[in-house]
């Protein structure tokens, strides 16, 4: 047996990554690296007791190139007796639609085959052939970007039911293997580009850092395990806070401010990182959060710009972070006495008699002066950046988006909030306040009935 073969053997038994009797998914891309996994899998499969099949994506961004890996691909497996699952997408459409990287989109298309052929063959595990290399690049570029203790952590030995069994190798003694035995294997010229962020790490950067540490590669991945250790025990203590102070209402994150009052600036900054990578899958850096936990010191109103197209904005006992509203402009045309639908809701306006206009409490209906409309036809419709009226009890105008914040209405609830026309006076803020204009006095003659369900 090979030292390199054994060196594997000893680090998938130590870390318990493949239980007896397992179906494993081996994403293969022709490369040095998944070649080795696959043989290597397949070699010792009676020792394992598993079975294997195969799943290659042809990314379609080398032209010819990309099909000739998946050629090239079919021959070990057919050697083997090894079914190979192939799926063709085009990445560079997928990252325009994604606004996404194109690395980001290959590595979304790769993952989202390899989860559906395991579904589709009842398999057990993914098994992908990232190395120690692999983990150094990603380590580097987590700390470039400022990540948090996960980022630092690398690539995870196994996520899910995803895992990888030669991450205790580094590149080069697993291409002298590979040449040792006369093994061809597919190279992609792209990785020699260092348009890429990760190619340029791993081309530019590492290799000055070897010349410094030889063992460079080795070093980061003791380090990611023992990270990945401390990120785990502080994400078992740190689910208690999230319940405590987090919570998610349609697509947004409400961190209550407390949080920022009563624990320390590097737990709240691991909290969030970790709640909008979730919720948003959008990495922040630890500049952006020290941006959220200063905002939590602002007026309430404020906002600040987050990566991913988000927006933070400071509440009066919250931050609320979620993508920018989109207010609707639509309008919907009511004759007075009709009633029509609108995001679920129905209104109504009927005119009644002054017997049947009661002061109840429930916002969902109000009784107005009819003579004081100047039209016959209402617009309801969704509140603009703009809009003010006369509330009942408030001296002068007041914007809409102001009436809503003073009567603590959260930034998730506030886009929903729709508004009553006539001849473009806002009559009422539907389900909050009536403008003074239309209120009731004791010489309204004519009473109107508005409900809204």
Known sequence: MHPLEEKVISFIKENKLIPPGSKIVVGFSGGPDSLFLLRFLNK??????????????????????????????????????????????????LAKTKKISVEEAARMARYDFFLSVCKENNCNLIATAHTKDDNAETVLLNLIKGSGLAGLG???????????????????????????????????????????????????????????????????????????EASAIFNASGNLLKRKYIS????????????????????????IRDQIKELFTKPISYINTKEIIYLSEKQAGTRISLPGSLIATRERNNIVISFPETFRE????????????????????????KAKVTVSGDKKTEFIDLDKLPGDLFTLRHWLP???FAPIGLKGRKKVSDFLTDVKVSSIKRKENLVLLNEGKIVWLVGHRLDDRFKITNKTKRFLQLTIR
């Open 44 to 93: 010792y499969k009676q020792l394992f007791k598993i079975s294997l099949i195969c799943a290659h994506v042809n990314h379609n961004l080398r032209g010819k190139n990309s099909d000739a890996d998946e050629k090239f691909c079919r021959t070990p497996c057919l050697q083997f007796g090894i079914e190979l699952c192939v799926e063709s997408v085009n990445v560079k459409s």
């Open 154 to 228: 690398g690539i995870p030995l196994k996520r899910d039911n995803i895992i990888r069994p030669i991450l205790c190798l580094e590149k080069e003694e697993l291409l002298e293997y590979l040449k040792t035995n006369k093994l061809k294997y597919r190279v992609d010229k792209s990785n020699y580009s260092n348009d890429f962020q990760r190619n340029f790490v791993r081309n530019k950067i590492i290799p000055l850092i070897k010349k410094i540490n030889p063992n460079f590669s080795g070093n980061t991945l003791n380090q990611s395990f023992l990270l990945r």
């Open 248 to 271: 998610v209402e349609k697509g947004s994150l409400t961190i209550k401010t407390k949080l920022f009052e009563e624990h320390s600036e590097f737990i709240t900054g691991e909290i």
């Open 330 to 353: 639509e309008q919907n045309y009511i004759p007075i006495g009709e009633k029509i639908s609108i995001a679920n809701r129905t209104f109504c306006s009927l005119e009644v008699s």
């Open 386 to 388: 703009g809009d003010s």
